[in-house]
DNA sequence: TAATTTACTTGCAGATCGCAAGTGATCCTG
DNA sequence: CAGGATCACTTGCGATCTGCAAGTAAATTA
């Protein structure tokens, strides 16, 4: 299920862009397609990793959220972040960098408060190469 | 790159499995078609993940390696392995897992030392469910 | 009430996947 | 030394997936 880019986009996303909801992904600045995302967000419920909620506020909206089972996927999300930041071209500023891998533990456990308290706010801003310039 | 399932499953072989060929691969009890194989060792090297090197004793053979980017994923595959065993079908014994989850930096430091010292023996059994089986 | 927004679905061309058969280089055996 | 076996692939092709662009239905907004 998570040999797959767009489904390990979508859950980094989720655990720590902010994202949140149909519109949220598609703005994020990965060129993922509508059928494509729309697919993904099906098997991610389907193997119990997020699961969607109507919006109360408004009914077109879904508000997807990670399942325990998803978040626990955070400590293997933020090692391939650390590794992509030391190994491929990104936007992530150094010292974040540098100070995400001397408090791993620390990033991982405000993740997991952020998640048990709904708090969507970013954990890190967008900064692959594309993100954040769409807004 | 890794956003792929066989690429995932080539580098977790490699690092932990003491496969080292071609064929090691295709016997390891995942199924992948040699097209795609050939198809992802090349693309691994490319992205100098792995580095292949012929063999010394018999010149059809070619030996696959990680190269130093490619052994600093051990955080990543080591904690995806532990999600994997948690959350998904597995024939991984209970009490390794147990041991592995209160090891880790010892367990990443093995594989590591393994690595320097091109030693293949595998970290751990093949322990997906048809793995091992074919030998 | 019409326009807009949200989350999709659809059709289709191009790309990828995986099966089965095949190739060339190298090694082994009699 | 020739034939058979092994190793790492390549090829052709049908099936499946991807991504583009246009479209749909429900809900909201002005």
């Not at 506020?57 to 590794?83: C, F, H, Q, S």
């Not at 308290?117 to 310039?133: E, K």
Request: hydrophobic content about 40%; glycine content about 8%.
């Amino acid at each position: 299920m998570l040999g797959d880019r767009w489904s390990l986009l979508i859950v980094r996303d989720l655990m720590v862009r902010g994202c949140q909801t149909f519109r949220d992904f598609l703005q994020s600045g990965e060129g993922i397609a509508t059928n494509i995302l729309s697919d993904r967000l099906k098997k991610l419920r389907a193997a119990g990793i997020i699961v969607a909620e109507t919006g109360a506020a408004d009914g077109r909206r879904v508000i997807y959220r990670l399942t325990e089972k998803g978040i626990d996927l955070a400590p293997a999300m933020l090692e391939l972040l650390i590794w992509g930041a030391r190994h491929e071209k990104t936007a992530a500023p150094r010292p974040l960098i540098a100070w995400i891998e001397k408090n791993r533990e620390s990033v991982i456990a405000e993740t997991q408060r952020r998640w048990r308290g709904r708090d969507s706010t970013p954990l890190f801003p967008a900064f692959n190469r594309t993100g954040g310039r769409k807004l």
